[in-house]
Nanobody, 122 residues
Framework: VQLVERGGGLVQAGGSLRLSCAAS????????MGWFRQAPGKEYEFVAA????????YHADSVKGRFTSSRDNAKNTVYLHMNSLKPEDTAVYYC????????????????WGQGTQVTVSS
């Protein structure tokens, strides 16, 4: 299984970015994808999760109303649309996948991408 994230970068506060996570290596029917982030000196933080089989996405309270996760099953790709970005959103963002329902727990995921840096300037 390989997960490849793209879309990170530097943006001013209030701006937007879209991250993508392309999965390959097997059928992902019945799998879920999660987004986590890690800011310097901080623990991993759950951001969003979505099932690749259907259903609504889940978002952390800290990003609810600003971030939205979506999927393109034909491409085995999930997206994290980030709007109204704040300096405190600065972190390395990771996507991860697991068999089963979406989870907010980092330990529930089996495969991880390499991460992509998001930096929000004030």
């Amino acid at each position: 299984v390989q997960l490849v994230e793209r879309g990170g970068g530097l943006v001013q506060a209030g701006g937007s970015l879209r991250l993508s996570c392309a999965a390959s290596g097997r059928s992902f029917s019945g799998y879920a994808m999660g987004w986590f982030r890690q800011a310097p000196g901080k623990e991993y933080e759950f951001v969003a999760a979505i099932s690749l089989s259907g259903g609504r996405p889940y978002h952390a309270d800290s990003v609810k109303g600003r971030f939205t996760s979506s999927r393109d099953n034909a491409k085995n790709t999930v997206y994290l649309h980030m709007n109204s970005l704040k300096p405190e959103d600065t972190a390395v963002y990771y996507c991860a996948t697991r068999q089963g329902v979406p989870s907010m727990s980092r330990g529930a995921y089996d495969y991880w991408g390499q991460g992509t840096q998001v930096t929000v300037s004030s």
